[in-house]
């Protein structure tokens, strides 16, 4: 069966994250399309220092991408909304299906475009246009389409986010941090539509569309920025139990959808609160399901890219074979993977142990001797006194937090541990996981 | 056009919530398939009391939905095993698809469920089966699928959660909370799939699969349950700086893939550790996107009806129209709602205001008379003693936390607050946000 063929307008961070992204999983792209997806024809004024595309077919006029014949979809990952608008509209009016990370184009020109797309019968994704590699397009539009969705919230621009937790983290003034976040990139030489709330309002009218089967009407929606907040509105919110958040909410009244966006105060317990720096998360309440969250990254080259090529997997999917579903086990079933199960034994995990010894000189040593020569490092040791009703009953605990070892080593440690005299019960053990989130 | 015609197996609190759900919200359901969808037979030992299921017609026999002809789905929804296998492959046999909530089904017989699916091209949606309401099936499967998944971890048993953040919050032994959970109807009268992990073990076998690519391998999962921590680990933990989590893990390693279900310590600080109470969370990370994290209720008839007809939804749609892809905004196309966009003027909300004042007698008194002439109600005042390297200049900040009221009520407050004498400054406004979550 031919390959589908991908054509990139706009070779950007997020345009060459995605061609890197199809470029690296190719393999498991086909193992889930049942189809080769390759990238053809790439679109982009000049290729920037560092970009390899190989031999791909590479025009300076990102309308030459557009009206190849060849392609099957079309990636507008160019920005703006004049030659983007002009592009997706000629993209539709060739037959081909596209994907955008454009928020502001959906967010301004979407009913336009939806429509043109209904009459070609092409789709127009776009996954990447709202919390980066969140897949919050999805998970309301289908996996909460069960639900009347009574309102939702999120945090939805990470630069804002990150200005705010810097600001109460470390006690700075707005314009320090704004100046870090635009050394950093998270923020655009003109920030405004970050700091105003304006690229948030985009996002917010998106979801509120889907959320609640409305068309996009982002003149409507209210924003207001995080300029004027200070140092000491973050400290007199903590005082009451708050934390200021820049918050897209969207809620059905009786007397209409509100559409919002503007610096919040949200109890510093829910989980919402507990999102910093440059992450973004977004709660959703139907009236099934109650409240979810979904959380990961808002921006960046490779998770605006996850969610670009999960688009392309979806219309890639449909061009392929449009009778048949995703498969059951998220890939083609005579290419699902036979690698191996680790056995616990080869799993390798930092541990606590809660040791119960006699209390008396030497116990600790011998314990420590026990894991030194099973080359267990350990990390931290609380040694408590005796407790409990019965003094007489000089029994200890000893608790250990060790660095990572194998289960196997591990078992055996123990196993040795709870053969010391000194040692009266089975040793209680936990395992640790470490996350990088 | 017909409509579709839904069979439902079982009519338990998962078969009723979603027959609830799917009454309830018909007219979102048909706006989104673009065809209506209908409750047409119903198998179930014999209705409960308070059962309303109007002229449905009702069989006490569930195979005898299985072999209606007029049925299009076929809801799985009685659980267990043995007569649920032997349903589900009749079902499949007789060309219908299949929606099931079952994942001791799935992750014990679904390499066989989904083989036969597979060869009478009929789909077998299973979302429900893991974290209730929460599309973490939807989100890895086609959300995620342009990365290579590196590992999951998650809170996947409502029941376990719940007796350890009692555990931890109240300081109660397990067996005490155990008691208390099985009262309130969330462990079972024999609570050992929920306690000892393999309710877990079954669902992040299923997890697992879809992440890597890998066959369904329940056997194969390490699994150790939480009846053993005592009230002691829970506070070591917190002294050094962890919480015990019973988390479900997977992980891709150079050797093979981790599978394994225990109680875990992760960093106070993390998401994950912040999950109370009967919710699920599970974080994903990919090699594009980073972590990502989905959280909501993992069990109850509503959330898991949500993802029951999350499911129908996807598969009506398939036998609706398998050309066209799901609607752009949610809903078909024509049928996008124009109801109101609520003006800012109209919203209600709480407010926290900062107002700088002239320190003198009475000037508190001048603005909470203007609240009170307002009908504005206050829930807590901050009262500060000047501040700054400016002595002379003798200003103060009063911080008001007010209750709810119309946006447009508020404005009219501000301006008249602003207009006192003794008030220097703009008031800076800012919203609060109650989240019921």
Redesign the interface.
Known sequence: MSSIKIGICGLGTVGY?SYT?LK??SL??A??VGREVVVSHIGTRQLRSGQDIGNTRLSSDVFAVVNDPEVDIVLELMGGTDVAKKLVLQAIANGKHVVTANKALIAVH?NEI??A??AK?V??AY?ASVA????II???????????IQWL?GIINGTGNFILTEMREKHRAFADVLKEAQALGYAEADPTFDIEGIDAAHKLTILA?????????FE?T?TEGIS???Q??IH??D??G?R?KH?G?SRK?P??????V??????EE???A??NGVMN?V?V?????????????GAGA??T??????D????AR?ISS?????P????Q?D??????????D???SAY?L?ITAVDRAGVLADITEVLGECQINIE?I?QKEPRGADAANQQV?V?I?TREIREAVMNDAIKRIENLDAVAEKV?R????????
Chains 1, 2 share one sequence.
């Open positions: 994250g992204v690296n999983n498991e792209l193992r889930r979407g939806f429509a797309a209904a019968k789709m127009v996954e980066g590699g969140i897949p999805k998970a309301i539009r289908e996996g909460l389409a069960g639900n009347s919230a569309s889907i959320a609640f089967g409305i068309p996009l009407q409507k209210y004027r907040l200070t000491e509105d007199y919110a005082e009451l708050y200021i918050l909410i009244t007397n209409g959808i509100e559409l919002r503007h610096p919040t105060l949200i109890d829910s989980l919402l507990n999102v998360a709660m309440n139907g009236d099934a399901v109650g409240s979810t969250l979904y959380y990961g990254a490779a998770p890219a996850s969610a670009v090529v999960a392309i997997i979806d219309v449909m449009p009778e048949s579903s995703v059951a086990l998220a890939f079933d290419s699902l993977s036979d690698v191996a199960i680790l056995p616990m080869d799993v390798v606590y809660r931290a609380i605990p608790i937090l209680m936990i395992r640790v996981f470490k996350i990088a989130d």
